[in-house]
């Protein structure tokens, strides 16, 4: 009787132990499945080139406060300014091997790994900002961010760059017959220079850390960048005359690194598109509403604002067009323009 009541007992410890141990196993799979869900502290890097009074820099502020607040510190944002970590070719390309986790990158500058964003700088589609924003928040804007995805680039949202105005040291451009006489500075984007070489100037390719010193040494006689740019980088100090031309619109985008990406949570990634899109506000905002005072602060400096009859320049852009839609492909080209329209 003794033996059965032993060898009872002994099932029921070996029972109860494996309970214990299952429920152990299930509370330990469970902290390990919510330590998964649980942010870790990162920092994130974020680069651009424009000087600290540019709209995109008040932008990517807002953006560093907005993350940092509501991730309760977890996620840091630093701000890199004034091409401190590299041209934005440079920071570009480290966005897609994963080397830097954000930068504000244009479309001009993302179309060396994703051609189709060629498309957006066709001279003369946009007919004006809201124009632009409602194609680009809208189907022609995710077709192209897909095509990011595809090469590693994660499109957070857009900001603003702006629409481009010509400035040169030389002379008032009132037809294309005066962007002949010009020597024209362009970054390697391929729709600037089939434009201006396509209005008869001639172009060079010259990087945007090193483009007020070629404009002050008169290596080149102009460039074009919107009027945030040429205010805030001080290109107007060596540039007498800007010329409202609205002929190429640029969008800035905020890029993370597929592998910045992949590193955060569900939450941290809302968190991070929605500051996005708050900051992208704000540059916009600061971009549209300062080109009035910033045209009045160019005249108050001495520098010559004209605005010229458009339309003989918009005559001239069939061959450009051409080498831009051959540069983006044709197909693609076309899909995208639909949708343009459809925006208008």
């Known amino acids: 009787m003794v033996a059965k009541r032993t060898s009872s007992l002994v099932a029921v410890m070996i029972i109860t132990l494996i309970f214990v141990s299952s429920v152990s196993g299930l509370f330990a799979a469970g902290a390990k499945e919510a330590d998964s869900t649980e942010q870790k502290a990162m920092t994130l890097r974020l680069a651009h080139i424009s000087d600290e009074g540019h709209p995109s820099h008040k932008a990517s502020l807002l953006f560093k406060e907005l993350v940092e607040e509501k991730t309760g510190g977890v996620v ?9 970590l590299g041209s934005a070719p440079e920071y570009t390309e480290q966005l897609q091997l994963g080397a830097l986790e954000l ?11 994703v051609p189709e964003y060629g498309a957006v700088m066709i001279p003369f589609l946009f007919e004006g900002y809201e124009h632009a924003h409602r194609a680009l928040d809208g189907e022609a804007g995710e077709l192209l961010a897909d095509y990011a995805a595809e090469k590693g680039f ?9 629409f481009r105005q010509l400035s040169n040291r030389l002379m008032k451009v009132e037809k294309p ?23 008869g100037a001639t172009t060079s390719i010259i990087s945007f850390p090193e483009l007020y010193m070629a404009l002050a040494q ?33 969008t800035q985008m905020l890029v993370a690194s597929q592998k910045a990406w992949d590193s955060m949570t569900e ?17 916009r905002e600061l971009t549209i509403d300062s080109e009035e005072e910033l045209i009045a602060m160019l005249k108050k400096a001495g520098v010559d604002v004209s605005y010229p009859d458009l339309a003989p320049f918009r005559d001239k852009m069939g061959p450009a067009i051409k080498i831009i839609s051959d540069f983006s492909g044709n197909a693609f ?9 459809a925006a208008r």
């Open 218 to 250: 008169g290596v080149v006689d102009g460039q074009c960048n919107p009027l945030s740019t040429i205010y805030y980088q001080k290109l107007y100090e060596v540039q007498p005359y800007v010329t409202i031309l609205n002929h190429v619109y640029n």
């Open 154 to 162: 994660v499109v957070l949202g857009n900001w603003e760059w702006g």
């Open 267 to 283: 939450e941290t990634k809302q968190i991070v598109l929605d500051a996005s899109a708050e900051a992208g506000k704000l540059a």
């Open 103 to 113: 930068g504000l990158v244009t479309s001009g500058q993302l179309q060396v790994w």
């Open 177 to 199: 017959a005066d962007v002949a006489r010009l020597k024209m500075r362009v970054p390697n984007e391929i729709q600037l220079e089939a434009m201006y070489k396509t209005l």
């Open 333 to 341: 080209t076309e899909q995208f323009v639909k949708f343009v329209e």
């Open 76 to 84: 840091k944002v630093e701000v890199f300014s004034n091409s401190s």
